[in-house]
Structures are given as structure tokens and as C-alpha cells.
């Protein structure tokens, strides 16, 4: 998904039974008309510090991300795992190469 960060929020760390973790979560726009604003969340100490390095809101980023749900007393909850975090160039477009047209019929080899 790509659109552009609109909020980073507070940086959660906690402790648990194989150490300290880390949790960012940041939000999008993805343009969307009906729901523009899109929360994805980066686990790990490495994955965190290297989101917070190389991004920053206002810049347009393209996510990959697990979706995964989980039930608790009968209610489901979900998360947008995000798993890579990479600026999104727009000016950047792939274009095939292509051989150069020859003008004259002269040069032609055959």
C-alpha cells in the first residue's frame, strides 16, 4: 500500500518473557475517498530504529505488510503488520529498453 505518513505515534516498549520489545505504529493516507487513514504497526528493536532513521511524516512510502486477526471474548481484532517501509518514488517509472530506430533504409543489413 503507499500513501503518505500523516502521524508517527508514541513509541511503545515493554517487557516480556524473551526480553524488551519495541512498537511503533504510524499512520497513511492512501487517498482512499471513504477511509483514507490506514494504522500499521513495526515490531522489533531493528525494524523500529530503522523506520524512525529513514522516515518521517510528510514523506510518501510504500508498505508491505502481514494482515492477521485474532478473537478475545468474542470480539475480533486486527493488525497491519507492516514488514518493509521504503520511499515511494513517483517520478520513478520502469521502462523497457528499446533499440534505437534506424531512420534510413540504407544502413539496414539485409
Partial sequence: MTGEIIKVLELQK???KNGEWQKQTFVINNGNKYNPEVAFSIFGTDKV???LK???VGD???VSFN???REYNGNYFHNLDAWKVFKHDATAV???DVPAQIEDDSELPF
Fill in 67 to 69: 494482515l492477521s486477526s
Fill in 60 to 62: 510518501t512510502v510504500e
Fill in 49 to 51: 530504529d530503522n523506520f
Fill in 14 to 16: 515493554g517487557e516480556g
Fill in 94 to 96: 520502469s521502462v523497457p
Fill in 54 to 56: 529513514y522516515n518521517k
